[in-house]
């Protein structure tokens, strides 16, 4: 069996690349609030009128901020030219988007 010494340096090796991983991840990402772990930003967002809080964002991070929202990270565009290029002009590259089982499937039916 290892020694102790080895566990915790091994412990700490890993907690050290996770975190390395994780900037990372991040860095490719626009700016954006940074959130609590695992929920993220789920609290931060109003149930209502939700788009002055995201207008402030824009006004804050710049015109493309990014949210993770109970782990479903979420892209927000605050201006009309890069919203007309990406959707528009690209749309067909974005438009996968995940199964809605509550709206194809039981609505549906």
Same mark, same amino acid.
């Given at each position: 069996?290892?020694?102790?010494?080895? $566990? !915790?340096?091994?412990?700490?090796?890993?907690?050290?690349?996770?975190?390395?991983?994780?900037?990372?991840?991040? !860095?490719?990402?626009?700016?954006?609030?940074?959130?609590?772990?695992?929920?993220?930003?789920?609290? +931060?967002?109003?149930?209502?009128? !939700?788009?002055?809080?995201?207008?402030?964002?824009?006004?804050?991070? &710049?015109? #493309?901020?990014?949210?993770?929202?109970? &782990? $479903?990270?979420?892209?927000?565009?605050? !201006?009309?030219?890069?919203?007309? +290029?990406? $959707?528009?002009?690209? &749309?067909?590259?974005?438009?996968?988007?995940?199964?809605?089982? #509550?709206?194809? +499937?039981?609505?549906?039916?």
């Amino acid at each position: 069996m290892p020694s102790p010494r080895i $566990l !915790s340096a091994c412990l700490i090796t890993f907690v050290i690349w996770v975190l390395l991983r994780l900037r990372q991840a991040r !860095s490719r990402l626009p700016p954006g609030p940074t959130g609590w772990p695992i929920i993220g930003n789920l609290f +931060d967002i109003p149930t209502e009128h !939700s788009w002055f809080k995201y207008t402030e964002w824009g006004e804050q991070y &710049g015109p #493309m901020t990014y949210v993770n929202v109970g &782990g $479903l990270p979420m892209i927000i565009i605050n !201006s009309h030219r890069i919203a007309y +290029d990406l $959707l528009a002009k690209r &749309g067909a590259i974005y438009s996968n988007r995940p199964r809605a089982v #509550m709206v194809q +499937d039981l609505i549906g039916k």
